[in-house]
T-cell receptor, first 114, second 111 residues
């Protein structure tokens, strides 16, 4: 398994500001994933982040809105830029465990935009 | 495009009942299928992972089956307890290592 820590766990932000979410893993992993869970909805993949290369974004998500950094094999950040109330969601970081393909998730970062 | 559906959307049962949660997916070319549990406001806890070559996996009171050809999986919970109350999510990996999720089944076990 993998232990994933996310910061902040929750935050309340003003419209038009940006917030950076951090994800720290207790082991080196090749691929990290960022998901969004809007209120009452299931999870949607935002992007896949590999160390040393640009993140790959899913349809409907763009780098200008959700820039991602992946400076090493244990850490990644997701920034939510120019926030609006529609960005209020839980943002979750995920990594794949070694061998089985099982995915593990952090506790999530609950973002409320006023 | 892979789509994952979970039925029922919500379920309320008395403590001690055995229950079955259903998951279906449209593209049978999957790498694996995973069941998760999510408590309100929390992240996801992995319950069971079934590889595409497997038929079922068991962990304690949980048993998950996979019928890839028909695009179906079930999660069986034996002797349900109030602590089992949560949302249960099914997700498939089509080989990209990223998951496509169903909308979940919200389970309430009444004491």
């Amino acid at each position: 398994s993998a232990v994933i820590s996310q910061k902040p766990s929750r935050d309340i932000c003003q419209r038009g500001t940006s917030l950076t979410i951090q994800c720290q893993v207790d082991s080196q992993v090749t691929m990290m994933f960022w998901y969004r869970q809007q209120p009452g909805q299931s999870l949607t993949l935002i992007a896949t982040a590999n160390q040393g290369s640009e993140a790959t974004y899913e349809s409907g998500f763009v780098i200008d809105k959700f820039p991602i950094s992946r400076p090493n094999l244990t850490f990644s950040t997701l920034t939510v830029s120019n926030m609006s109330p529609e960005d209020s969601s839980i943002y979750l970081c995920s990594v794949q465990g070694t061998g089985t393909g099982e995915l593990f998730f952090g506790e999530g970062s609950r973002l409320t935009v006023l | 495009k892979q789509e994952v559906t979970q039925i029922p959307a919500a379920l309320s049962v008395p403590e001690g009942e055995n229950l079955v949660l259903n998951c279906s997916f449209t593209d049978s070319a999957i790498y694996n299928l995973q069941w998760f549990r999510q408590d309100p406001g929390k992240g996801l806890t992995s319950l069971l992972l079934i590889q595409s070559s497997q038929r079922e996996q068991t962990s304690g009171r949980l048993n998950a089956s996979l019928d890839k050809s028909s695009g179906r999986s079930t999660l069986y919970i034996a002797a349900s307890q109030p602590g089992d109350s949560a949302t249960y999510l099914c997700a498939v990996d089509t080989g990209r290592r990223a998951l496509t999720f169903g909308s979940g089944t919200r389970l309430q076990v009444q004491p």
